[in-house]
């Protein structure tokens, strides 16, 4: 199991040129091998001592091993684990972006922008995140030539800023009208009392809503693992096929997706008592 987290790998140095080895030198537990090219070109290489294959004044060609360098490197489950948190992350932020705006663009007085954001909200949460990855990357991704991980980040922003949006227009409008007046009588501009009144009371609000909500993504990102991005899952799906450790090995690969989201809560928690204690 600990080679799943990381391991080490060995590396084979190899010479780059046609030429002879002109000196060996152990120093500890590196060995320097100097190689001389036929037209007098001369290279120092290091490699782990023990694992030396040449010896002086030997003859060597273009890509003969002079040894070994041994260095520790992710498994795939750790390396899966990085994965789904950086494309969570990013997701995320990109979801609040897209779910603020939607969600300003819905209590706006404007007809045509309230609709267009209506039809965003309505079209995400009324069709699956799987089917959504699937025309990302089949359709949107194939036709402008999109890589896998945009197509994937993109699909999961898209569908959490669904989702954000009506906890943000929910939170604004919970907050009483009064507040948005008293604003505007202080000679407040309309974006300047949204930003500077509205919204930071109506994140107080939100908080706990929007927490689940990135909770729910960082699970969601599992399904990234259809279009072959290499998170957690489709990391520890393919540990499974290669040791047959299925019980185990999804074992440690839930644990590892409650660690992500236990230490969201656990900041979600610190930010409610910050703002418990700011009032």
Not at 81 to 107: N, R
Not at 242 to 256: C, I, K, N, P, R
């Amino acid at each position: 199991m600990p080679q799943y987290f990381a391991y080490e790998a060995e590396d084979v140095i190899k010479a780059p040129f046609d030429g002879t080895v002109t000196a060996i030198a152990e120093s500890g537990s590196t060995t320097t091998v100097t190689l001389q090219s036929d037209a007098g070109e001369v290279l120092d290489f290091k490699v782990d001592t023990g694992t030396v294959r040449v010896s002086e004044n030997e003859l060597l060609f273009d890509g003969d091993a002079l040894g070994f360098v041994a260095s520790w490197r992710m498994g795939p489950l750790l390396d899966g684990f990085f994965t789904t948190i950086w494309i969570s992350v990013v997701a995320s932020v990109l979801g609040l972006i897209i779910g603020l705006i939607a969600g300003l663009m819905k209590i706006s007085k404007n007809f045509a922008v309230r609709n267009l954001s209506t039809i965003y909200i309505e079209l995400i949460r009324g069709t699956p995140l799987l089917v959504q990855i699937y025309i990302a990357y089949f359709f949107i991704g194939a036709v402008f030539d999109l890589h896998r991980n945009v197509c994937g980040i993109g699909a999961l922003a898209l569908f959490a800023g669904a989702y954000v949006a009506e906890i943000i227009r929910a939170g604004i409008q919970a907050i009483p009208r009064g507040q948005m007046e008293a604003a505007r009588s202080l000679g407040m501009s309309m974006p300047q009392a949204m930003t500077e009144i509205i919204l930071p009371q109506a994140f107080r609000r939100i908080l706990p809503p929007l927490s689940g909500q990135f909770i729910s993504l960082i699970k969601d990102s599992s399904l990234v693992s259809v279009i072959a991005i290499t998170e957690l899952t489709k990391r520890t799906k393919e540990a499974v096929s290669s040791s047959f450790l299925t019980f185990e090995l999804w074992l440690v690969a839930a644990a590892m997706y409650l660690i992500i989201t236990s230490v969201l809560s656990q900041f979600v928690f610190y930010l409610e008592r910050r703002a418990r204690a700011s009032d």
